[in-house]
C-alpha cells in the first residue's frame, strides 16, 4: 500500500497534493511552519521540522511511508539533503519535483553570482534602490550595505526589527504579473534587483520586468544538492507513484 510525503512548502507542492488527493492516493504533507497562515490543500498536515535526517527517518518508519517526495523550493537546501539521508537510511524511495532554473536571454542584463555573500559584493558601493527578492531569514548578509534602499516582499509582515536600517516591506503572497512587478519597480525607481533562481512562472514576473526595464540582475544560483531522481512536473511525480494524473487512477 503506497502512503506518501510529501515535502511543501511551493506552488507546485500544492499541485502535487491536489493531484494525490483527487487520485485518492494516501499522503501527508508536511510544512516547515514559516507561514503564518499556509494555503489550503486537500491532504492531512503535519507541521514544524522533524529534527534532522534522524527524525524525519523515524517520522518515515513511524507513519510507514513507503514514497517521499520532496516538492520543497529549490533553496531549501537542508530539507533536500535531509530528504536524501532519511531515504537511503530507511530504504525509501524518493523523487525531486523540481522546476528548472531560469536561463538568461539576451536581452538580459544578469551577474550570475553562487550565493548570497557573493550578491551583496555585487551590489555598487554608491547608494541604490534594490528590490531584495529574498526570504525574510537571508537578509542579514546585506547588512554590510546599509547605504541602500532595500524594497523588499514577504508573505506574512515581518514581527520583529529588520537587520537593514532603510527598507520598505510590501506583504503580498502573490501570484504576481509582470505588469504589477513592473509597477512595483518603476514606482520605486528601483536600480537593482536580487533574485535567487527559483525557476517555474510563480516568481518569474520581477525578472520579465527587469528585462523590460534594463535594470540589472544580481542572480543567485541554487545550492548544491545530493544526486537524486527528479521529475518538473506534478503530473509526473504522481506517476512515479503508479499513478496516471489524467485519468485520476
Ligand atoms: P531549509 O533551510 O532547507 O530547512 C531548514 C529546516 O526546516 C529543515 O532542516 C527542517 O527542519 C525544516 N523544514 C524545511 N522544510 C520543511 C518541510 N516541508 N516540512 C518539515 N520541515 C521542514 O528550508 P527553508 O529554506 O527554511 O524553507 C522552509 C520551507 O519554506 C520549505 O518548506 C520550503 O519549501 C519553503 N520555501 C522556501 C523558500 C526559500 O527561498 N528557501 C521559498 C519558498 C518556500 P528539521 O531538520 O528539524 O527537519
Not at 129 to 158: E, M, N, S, W
Request: glycine share 8%; charged share 20%; proline share 8%.
Amino acid at each position: 500500500m503506497t502512503r506518501a510525503l510529501i515535502l511543501g512548502g511551493t506552488g507546485d507542492a500544492n499541485r502535487l497534493a491536489a493531484l494525490c488527493a483527487r487520485a485518492g492516493i494516501d499522503a501527508i504533507y508536511s510544512y516547515a511552519g514559516r507561514t503564518k497562515i499556509p494555503l489550503p490543500h486537500a491532504l492531512p498536515t503535519r507541521i514544524g521540522g522533524f529534527g534532522g535526517p534522524e527524525g524525519l527517518a523515524d517520522f518515515i518508519r513511524s507513519e510507514r511511508i513507503t514514497h517521499v517526495m520532496d516538492a520543497t523550493h529549490p533553496f531549501a537546501a537542508e530539507m533536500s539533503r535531509n530528504a536524501v539521508a532519511a531515504c537511503a537510511a530507511t530504504s525509501t524511495p524518493l523523487i525531486a519535483l523540481e522546476r528548472a532554473p531560469w536561463t538568461r536571454t539576451a536581452d538580459d542584463n544578469w551577474i550570475e553570482v553562487a550565493d548570497e555573500a557573493a550578491a551583496v559584493a555585487a551590489l555598487p558601493d554608491a547608494p541604490a534602490r534594490v528590490f531584495l527578492a529574498i526570504g525574510r531569514q537571508h537578509l542579514a548578509p546585506f547588512a554590510p550595505k546599509p547605504q541602500h534602499a532595500y524594497t523588499l516582499r514577504f508573505v506574512d509582515a515581518p514581527d520583529g526589527s529588520l537587520p537593514l536600517p532603510n527598507t520598505e516591506v510590501i506583504v503580498s503572497r502573490g501570484p504576481f504579473t509582470l505588469q504589477s512587478d513592473r509597477e512595483l519597480m518603476r514606482s520605486r525607481s528601483i536600480t537593482w534587483l536580487v533574485s535567487r533562481n527559483a525557476g517555474g512562472d510563480g516568481a518569474r514576473a520581477k525578472i520579465d520586468a527587469a528585462r523590460e526595464l534594463r535594470i540589472p540582475v544580481i542572480m543567485i544560483a541554487r545550492p548544491a544538492l545530493p544526486e537524486r531522481p527528479r521529475v518538473e512536473q506534478a503530473e509526473d511525480a504522481l506517476a512515479w507513484l503508479g499513478h496516471d494524473a489524467r485519468l485520476g487512477a
